[in-house]
């Protein structure tokens, strides 16, 4: 699994809360051509927009900065029950009886942990 980018989890996150770039923009307090300049890495984040979108996705900046793919909140048994669902569900990674490509591949697993995450949340 290749370690993602800052953009790269910016875009996949805000599209698993189904939110436009002008959304983000606006919660950020920027505007929508500075998140577009983010998203498409030609932008650099600061330290404060950092926080604010590790507030908005409930997520750390360590795992923004790609440092860490686990939640604050989440435990030694979360971290191996997500490991867990993600090898169950390996084999069925297809579309239509043909196997998705190495980059669907990641793309789903990316969505599979989101949605774990959300749906194993706990304090």
Do not use: C
Not at 45 to 57: G, H, M, Q
Not at 79 to 92: A, C, S, V
Not at 107 to 114: D, G, N, R, S, V
Request: glycine share 4%; charged share 35%; aromatic share 8%.
């Amino acid at each position: 699994m290749t370690i993602k980018k800052l953009n790269e989890r910016i875009i996949d996150l805000r599209e698993s809360k189904d939110l436009t770039q002008t959304e983000l923009a606006k919660r950020l307090n920027i505007d929508k051509s500075a998140m577009n300049k983010i998203e498409s890495g030609t932008r650099k984040v600061s330290a404060d927009e950092l926080s604010k979108l590790a507030l908005i996705f409930d997520v750390t900046t360590d795992y923004l900065l790609g440092k860490n793919n686990t939640p604050k909140w989440a435990n030694k048994k979360d971290t191996y029950d997500l490991e867990k669902f993600l090898e169950d569900n390996d084999g069925t990674f297809t579309y239509g009886g043909d196997d998705l490509t190495e980059d669907e591949k990641q793309k789903l697993k990316i969505a599979m942990t989101q949605i774990f995450w959300d749906r194993h949340k706990h304090d």
